[in-house]
């Protein structure tokens, strides 16, 4: 017979927590055997560039991040008002990690690397539509088009007014 768990369930919690991995998750590394299969070549949390990116093709300068949905904030607005215990805590560490990967994405960026980031459910979900994602990043890196070549609009681009307004057709103001 079973013994019963006499763990209360903030020692339970803390116990599954503290097994969460930082590094080498299943959607790492099933995205790194992906990329594997396909012929890239990466460096694995690379401590070179800001944040450790979860894969990085050094040859291309390319940093690709694997964030899962509740660490980094998807959907964070509507996840936020769900959270019931420890409220303040979670709140804070979730709104930190998600304003640390802009800069981290930022500065990564004016190093002249280019940045991917997939959620957790886009990796589990189509895997495949990922290393098409990574494989034509490294295409249009190997192959930049030319200025001239980008054809010309026939309808002005979408532009915000305001930083928070909806995207309009208005043309820009000079």
Known sequence: ???EDTRTEEEKR?????RVRSTGTVIEVSLQKALWRKGIRYRKNYKKLP???DIVVVKYKLAIFCDGEFWHGK???RRKPRIKNNREYWIKKIEG???RDKRVTREIIELGWRVIRFWETEI???IDSCVDTVINAIEEIKNPKPYHS?????QPLKVAEEPNDEYSSKQQKD
Do not use: A, F, H, R
């Open 75 to 77: 959907d964070w607005e």
């Open 150 to 154: 980008i054809p010309q609009l026939k």
């Open 97 to 99: 990690n998600v304003e």
């Open 1 to 3: 017979m079973k013994e």
């Open 51 to 53: 944040g450790s990116p």
């Open 14 to 18: 803390s116990y599954t927590m503290s």
């Open 124 to 126: 589990k979900s189509d």
